[in-house]
């Protein structure tokens, strides 16, 4: 787990910065890295660390002082004792996922999954998805064998049939669908709310000003990117050589609805849903009560 500094704006003299964790998986927060005037009225600093997974732990060390993630990883903090507030939370994804498998795979349905190989990114939302996907059919986790890989690395060993299953999103998943040699098995729009949430552990030192200028500079760019598709798809596919890769982006980038949304009871109750069926395939050892 590495952390590292990028280069930032000018920064208010004498104030410390506001330190915003930024890995790939969070697009908002790399597309601010890169956007010019995104928090003008706070100074910052960005820290780029690869995965994340390694959040609660950067925050607990002080690297890094805010964060977005998927919504499973403030849960696993919250059940590890982590004092955690959601700060803002992106919209509904509902369609930002999906369980795929080869072309020729002779897995037809959910319940065909029993026993066997599933790629995803352990203890992101894709094992939330997954659970839900087969608890739906009767089944748990504890029926399948998991593989934790990295975005890239499980399209390659999907199509190498080192997996026989792989949990993707997009672009990913709409790269691998137009290449014809997978398919979709399980989407994940009728299963879970898949937003991004944004939190931090430190809530009272960092303080309310600099809290509501996080949102509201958050807020501002997801208004500022669907006229600006061009530039965030160049950002967001810098590390991407493949040309089908390239176009997904911008595809994805089109089709997502990048509004920013205050915490309220309905995203509380989202995030206690999911908290409750981790608990129940035992991917939590302790429950968690995010409505008290």
Not at 46 to 71: H, K, P, V
Not at 94 to 106: E, F, H, K, N, Y
Not at 180 to 201: D, H
């Amino acid at each position: 787990m590495n952390a590292t500094s990028l280069p930032i704006p000018t920064i208010i003299k004498g104030k410390r910065p506001l330190r915003i964790g930024v890995h790939p998986a969070n697009l908002h927060l790399v597309l601010a890295s890169r956007w010019e005037g995104t928090f003008p009225n706070i100074a910052v600093e960005f820290i780029r660390y690869a995965n994340g997974r390694d959040s609660a732990a950067l925050l607990a060390t002080g690297e890094i002082d805010i964060c977005g993630t998927s919504s499973t990883v403030p849960i696993f903090a919250a059940a590890n004792g982590q004092d955690v507030t959601f700060l803002a939370a992106s919209a509904q994804r509902r369609r930002d996922g999906a369980l795929v498998v080869s072309t020729d795979s002779d897995i037809m349905t959910v319940q065909d999954l029993a026993g066997k190989t599933i790629g995803l990114a352990e203890g992101s939302f894709q094992t939330y998805l997954l659970a839900k996907a087969l608890e739906k059919e009767g089944l748990n986790l504890n029926d399948v064998i998991t593989r934790d890989v990295l975005p890239a690395e499980g399209l390659a060993a999907l199509q190498q049939a080192q997996l026989d299953a792989l949990i993707t999103f997009a672009p990913y998943q709409d790269y691998a669908l137009t290449t014809g040699t997978m398919r979709l098995l399980q989407g994940s729009e009728a299963l879970i709310p898949n937003r991004s949430v944004f939190w931090t552990t430190q809530a009272q030192t960092i303080g309310a000003y600099t809290i509501a200028s996080f949102f509201d500079g958050l807020e501002r760019l997801g208004r500022d990117i669907p006229h600006n598709i061009d530039q965030a798809a160049y950002i967001l596919a810098t590390d991407d050589t493949s040309p089908g890769l390239r176009r997904a982006w911008h595809k994805a980038i089109v089709a997502r609805n990048w509004s920013i949304h205050h915490i309220n009871t309905t995203i509380l109750r989202e995030l206690q849903d999911e908290a409750d069926a981790l608990f129940r395939h035992h991917v939590l050892k302790h429950q968690v009560n995010l409505l008290a």
